[in-house]
C-alpha cells in the first residue's frame, strides 16, 4: 500500500505565499502522475496543477501565473509553491498520484489521495 503524506498548509494573509509537500510512502517503483486538487466550502472538487514523470504541466487558468508544480523523484514528493495567494483560493487542497507500487513480488497501478491540507487566505 502507498500513504501519501501532505503538509505545509495553513493560514496566509492575501498577497502572501505557502509550500506545500506532498510526500509518497510505500514499497514504491515508480510514480507517473501527480498532483493537486481542491475543494473550497460548498463547492466540488477542482483539479488546481498536475505533473508527468516527463515533467509536463498543466494548471487550472485561475492558478497560472501564480501557482507551481514541480517534484523530487528522489524522494517520491511533490510540491506546489502558491504564490500571490488569494481568498478564493481557500480550500483543502489535496494530493494526488498514480503510483507502481510492489506487493510480495506482483506490481500495483493504482491512483491515490492523501487526506488534504487546508489552506485559509484572509483579505
Known amino acids: 500500500q502507498v500513504q501519501l503524506v501532505e503538509s505545509g498548509g495553513g493560514l496566509v494573509q492575501a498577497g502572501g505565499s505557502l509550500r506545500l509537500s506532498c510526500a509518497a510512502a510505500?514499497?514504491?517503483?515508480?510514480?507517473?502522475?501527480m498532483g493537486w486538487y481542491r475543494r473550497a466550502p460548498g463547492k466540488q472538487r477542482e483539479l488546481v496543477a498536475v505533473i508527468t514523470g516527463t515533467r509536463n504541466t498543466n494548471y487550472a487558468d485561475s492558478v497560472k501565473g501564480r501557482f507551481t508544480i514541480s517534484r523530487d523523484d528522489a524522494l517520491n514528493t511533490v510540491y506546489l509553491q502558491m504564490n500571490s495567494l488569494r481568498p478564493e483560493d481557500t480550500a483543502v487542497y489535496y494530493c494526488n498520484a498514480d503510483v507502481t507500487d510492489v506487493r510480495r513480488g506482483v506490481h500495483y497501478a493504482m491512483n491515490y489521495w492523501g487526506n488534504g491540507t487546508l489552506v485559509t487566505v484572509s483579505s
Open positions: 510505500g514499497t514504491i517503483f515508480s510514480i507517473y502522475r
